[in-house]
């Protein structure tokens, strides 16, 4: 990938952060949030695993059928990506690629993290981060635009979106 497109990719990436902030969140809105996301992967055909926390604590959880052992272990390092950085899993991944830095080179297990696409920060105005929304099953930048495409419906919020950028 070239440093145009991923520069290009973090500054989508930003403003999807920047316009997707919650006035609130509860139990109801990570099942409607969730609920939105396996709705669509049914529509388009997709298998994914989706998982929405709040505070540590699971609020959404459904792994499609076929889904594989492998996609849990990614979504499992998407998430623990999110909850250390407060960012997208993706824009962790894109810094990384701007810098050459590693994971390793923060002191982290690569094993444990991920820097791809598919985990959203769930940021509340007035809070800031709260949890997590982390799709896993499809290529990264369609597990990312998944749930900015649910949280910008829920929200009722236009963003951009990341595909224009891998066509």
């Not at 997709?46 to 499609?64: D, N, T, Y």
């Not at 701007?98 to 509340?124: E, R």
């Amino acid at each position: 990938m070239e440093m145009n497109t991923i520069h290009a990719l973090l500054d989508t990436v930003a403003r999807q952060e920047s316009d997707l902030v919650f006035p609130s969140f509860s139990s109801e809105d990570a099942y409607e949030i969730g609920r939105s996301i396996k709705q669509a992967a049914d529509a388009a055909g997709r298998k994914v695993v989706v998982s929405i926390s709040k505070g540590g604590m699971l609020l959404f959880f459904h792994a499609m059928d076929s889904i594989k052992p492998i996609n849990l272990n990614w979504l499992n390092r998407k998430i623990r990506t999110t909850d250390l950085y407060h960012c997208s899993s993706f824009s962790v991944g894109l810094r990384q690629r701007c810098s050459g830095g590693t994971f390793a080179d923060a002191g982290l297990d690569p094993a444990q993290y991920a820097g791809v696409g598919g985990c959203f920060p769930v940021v509340v105005k007035g809070c800031g981060f709260v949890g997590t929304i982390a799709v896993s099953g499809m290529e990264q930048q369609e597990d990312h635009q998944a749930v900015v495409d649910a949280v910008s419906g829920f929200l009722q919020v236009q963003t951009v979106s990341v595909l224009p950028l891998f066509k």
